[in-house]
Antibody, heavy 118, light 108 residues
Framework: QAQLEQWGAGLLKPSETLSLTCAVY????????WSWIRQPPGKGLEWIGE???????NYNPSLKSRVTVSVDTSKNQFSLNLNSVTAADTAVYYC????????????WGQGTLVTVSS | EIVLTQSPGTLSLSPGERATLSCRASQSFSSSSLAWYQQKPGQAPRLLIYGASSRATGIPDRFSGSGSGTDFTLTISRLEPEDFAVYYC?????????FGQGTKLEIK
């Protein structure tokens, strides 16, 4: 079983809401921060936001108005919602673990390609 | 926001050669809050180095990181065929954490 396993809808229309969930099978869920990172096709990496088990969140200002990261400690899962998507949000989305707030990432989920197209 | 600039964009080398990848930050770091990742096609990034110079678990010792301030380096002492990939640096000294644009290491 993968350490971080993620899933969610892969095809969206403009203006819809992107929703992804990541299940954690490694370590103690409450000891770490949990992040979402995305990578447009053929491009670099962009950090989206993070959460801890208490629900403390921190978002990239570039996406803050459209992003919500939430946590379900009973299931050791965390989720990403990104509303009002456009073609510019087309990317592979990764979940990842950080040792603490604003830190390096290890391990990563397998990635989910989300395509926004009318 | 701290901008990371990686150079070169593409590095063409042969197996057995030494690779030196650079990452320059737009602001100086007072701490060694820099990581390096390796990414192969269709895969998630893999952590190689954190704290500018500490190897992650299971990473071979041919990978080493160095640097401070604004200039950081990832060195691969002797390239193996599986090392040809894209490499990214990441700063986590300030939020938002940011990544460099990547260096593609290709077989010459």
């Amino acid at each position: 079983q993968a350490q971080l396993e993620q899933w969610g809808a892969g095809l969206l229309k403009p203006s819809e809401t992107l929703s992804l969930t990541c299940a954690v099978y490694v370590g103690s869920f409450s000891d770490y921060y949990w992040s979402w990172i995305r990578q447009p096709p053929g491009k670099g990496l962009e950090w989206i936001g993070e959460i801890n088990h208490s629900g403390f969140t921190n978002y990239n200002p570039s996406l803050k108005s459209r992003v919500t990261v939430s946590v379900d400690t009973s299931k050791n899962q965390f989720s990403l919602n990104l509303n009002s998507v456009t073609a510019a949000d087309t990317a592979v989305y990764y979940c990842a673990r950080a040792q603490e707030r604003s830190n390096w990432f290890d391990p990563w989920g397998q990635g989910t390609l989300v395509t926004v197209s009318s | 926001e701290i901008v990371l600039t990686q150079s070169p964009g593409t590095l063409s080398l042969s197996p057995g050669e030494r690779a030196t990848l650079s990452c320059r930050a737009s602001q100086s770091f007072s701490s060694s809050s820099l990581a390096w990742y390796q990414q192969k096609p269709g895969q998630a990034p893999r952590l190689l180095i954190y704290g500018a110079s500490s190897r992650a678990t299971g990473i071979p010792d041919r990978f080493s990181g160095s640097g401070s301030g604004t200039d950081f380096t990832l060195t691969i002492s002797r390239l193996e065929p599986e090392d040809f990939a894209v490499y990214y640096c990441q700063q986590y000294v300030s939020s938002p954490s940011t990544f460099g644009q990547g260096t593609k290491l290709e077989i010459k």
